[in-house]
């Protein structure tokens, strides 16, 4: 594990490195210094021109970073392969590598298009955090000196903040290679620039500030939550303050690059502060996580349990809690996140605000009717099932009568509320999803028939029809496109979850998949969806709908539920279903976020 270790340090310094060239690569407009590609002018190596030197320096550093993670993949085969997340990491650098070298290549090919430039960024990004865990978790997992719940919070706060500094990230590079860094003469308001024909450069420069700004409180919180934890974890506290004064440094070069047009070498600096913000970031997650791996689960889980058991809330609260309970707001809430992504979609950009709010409002609501009602119906499996059995009906904290009042007024206010502030469309397929999910599913299929999550998936993939008509206030084929990948990914997802619970759908009587047809067929179909999804997910840039971003985004995000159905597909083991359920879960957030943010930056 030494030697792993040591070299992933020396791929993270190696990949560092190489990210910074690639941006004074850029900066210094020596991208296209050398035509053809993978040779320069035809040779291995070509004497020529300074930026003609700094293209084949960055191209002869990405081949050492080749070989460096071959190594790693190897060393972790031969002497870390029981290390599920060793190995998962070592096996997903080598992917992304191959991709990056194909971006990389067209880059030149196709003469530097930028939504290739920021794909080309985002797996290097990928990678350089990829070879940074695996640094941290080849070493030895010392536990937490704090409750293992406070460090796993604290982690999930580190991931997010990094997830978000890489999307910033990526929207900078798209700034870059549009050529919008100076849509906007003034830092930190913009100024536009003098003949501008367009609002669109201006406009994704804007988005890039506000998202920074927004980025930055989020640093700020993770920075304060670090030091808070100083007694505790006096290393990860050092490595966010740290990362908190880099942030800081790469806003004022980014400004600089503004002030002073945009100069090559503060345009370099400028990434690669940021990409140093971006590994402080993965490393302080990659700290945390490793603590978790040495905490003991079990005794974390009765701690919780009974803290849970502990806390006192107020009668008003519970009661509000017992009737949001109804409503399935963890359900509710991606279905509101890929009904505001469509929107987006529709209408090219952030759609207004105040379209915004009635339309997730009225959405919230007519979810969280069809959530009540199905509570209301299904509360004697509800009963039976252990996943089930807290939910306010079955545990008696709401009476089935006032489930059901409740649920039908949420339905009729979201009805009314489309109607006064969306629109007529919007109103009739938000409540066609809650007759079709009380009706067709809920009293249909759900305990009749196989089929029940394929067929009753299809409620579930109408958000994206009501966010898109709220726009348009019509369907188009791009629309029809939305909601079939969250109809063929419905099946896998739920399937996935039955494979790891399949003794409560059998006690309930529910004939599911697994139960009916066997797991060894259930697993199939699994996989068969996914690939379906990805098959799916690319038709939106076969038509046109989405671009080269989004392109690249599909194939890595999808190439992973694939990989996870297959490994589940070929293993008895519950652990790849646990894995691909709560992959599907991010999935499906993290498809629709790509999808809005290539069609924001195109």
């Known amino acids: 594990m030494t030697i792993i270790r040591r070299v992933a340090w020396v791929a993270t310094v190696v990949t560092y490195f190489l990210i910074a060239l690639g941006g004074t690569v850029l900066a210094t407009d020596s991208g296209l210094s050398c035509p053809d590609w993978p040779f320069c002018y035809g040779q291995a190596y070509y004497s020529g021109t300074y930026h003609v030197f700094l293209e084949q320096f960055h191209r002869f550093t990405a081949a050492a970073i080749s070989i460096l993670i071959v190594l790693l993949l190897i060393g972790i ?13 070592a096996i997903a650098a080598p992917i992304l590598l191959a991709i990056q070298i194909v971006l990389g290549g067209l880059t030149v090919l196709w003469q530097l298009p930028p939504q290739v430039i920021t794909a080309h960024l985002g797996t290097a990004l990928a990678i350089f955090a990829i070879v940074i865990t695996i640094a941290i978790l080849s070493g030895k997992a010392t536990p937490s000196k704090e409750h293992p719940a406070n460090t796993r919070k604290f982690a999930q706060l580190a991931i997010s903040n990094a997830l978000l500094v890489y999307i910033l990230m990526l929207l900078g590079s798209y700034v870059t290679g549009s050529d919008a860094a ?25 988005l890039h500030r506000v998202f920074a700004v927004f980025v930055g409180l989020v640093m700020l919180w993770t920075v304060i939550s670090a030091l ?30 503004v002030l002073l047009k945009e100069p090559a070498f503060v345009a370099g600096l400028h990434l690669a502060l940021a990409t140093a913000v971006w590994g402080t970031l993965v490393l302080l997650a990659a700290l945390a996580s490793n603590q978790l791996r040495a905490a003991p689960q079990q005794q974390e889980i009765e701690e919780m349990e009974e803290a849970e058991e502990k806390k006192e809330t107020g009668v008003v609260r519970q009661t509000i809690a017992n009737y949001i309970d109804l409503m399935k707001p963890h ?27 009635p339309t997730l409002l009225g959405g919230a609501m007519a979810a969280g009717s069809a959530n009540c009602i199905n509570c209301y119906i299904d509360r004697d499996i509800d009963q039976i099932m252990g996943r089930t059995q807290r939910r306010s009906l079955p545990s008696g904290r709401v009476e089935p009568r006032q489930a059901l009042v409740f649920g039908i007024i949420l339905g009729i206010s979201a009805f009314f509320i489309f109607i006064a502030f969306v629109n007529l469309l919007s109103a009739v397929l938000a409540c066609s999803a809650i007759l079709f999910y009380v009706f067709v599913y809920t009293l249909g299929l759900k305990r009749t028939s196989t089929q029940n999550i394929v067929i009753g998936g299809a409620a579930g ?12 206030n019509s369907l188009s084929l791009p629309a029809i496109w939305l909601f079939a990948i969250i109809f063929f990914w419905t099946p896998p997802h739920f399937w996935a979850l039955c494979l790891l619970i399949q003794k409560d759908y059998e006690k309930a009587g529910i004939p599911m998949l697994p139960i009916v047809k066997g797991e060894a067929e259930t697993r199939r179909q699994i996989l068969l969806y996914s690939l379906l999804v990805l098959a799916v997910t690319l ?7 989405m671009g080269y971003f989004y392109l690249a985004g599909a194939l890595i995000l999808g190439g992973g539920m694939v990989y996870l159905a297959i ?8 652990k790849w279903a646990r894995t691909l359920f709560w992959y599907s879960n991010m ?16």
């Open 461 to 472: 993939a109408v958000p994206v029809l009501v966010g898109w008509a709220a726009i348009t």
């Open 587 to 602: 999935y499906l957030a993290a498809i629709f976020a790509i999808m809005v943010l290539d069609r924001v930056i195109h």
């Open 331 to 357: 359900v509710t809430v991606l279905l509101l996140g890929v009904t505001a992504a469509a929107m987006s979609i529709a209408n090219q950009g952030l759609p207004p605000l105040a379209l915004v709010i």
């Open 77 to 89: 085969i031969k002497w870390a392969r029981k290390d599920r997340a060793l190995l998962t990491l």
């Open 539 to 545: 038709v939106l840039f076969a038509i046109g709908a």
């Open 228 to 257: 808070r934890r100083w007694r505790v974890a006096r290393g990860q506290a050092i490595v966010a303050l740290v990362g908190g004064v880099l942030f800081v440094c790469q806003a004022v070069v980014g400004g600089l690059i």
């Open 182 to 206: 100076l849509a906007c003469l003034g830092w930190p308001f913009c100024t536009p620039a003098p003949g501008t024909v367009s609002n669109h450069l201006a406009a994704i420069n804007i």
């Open 567 to 574: 490994r589940l597909w070929r293993d008895q083991s519950k």
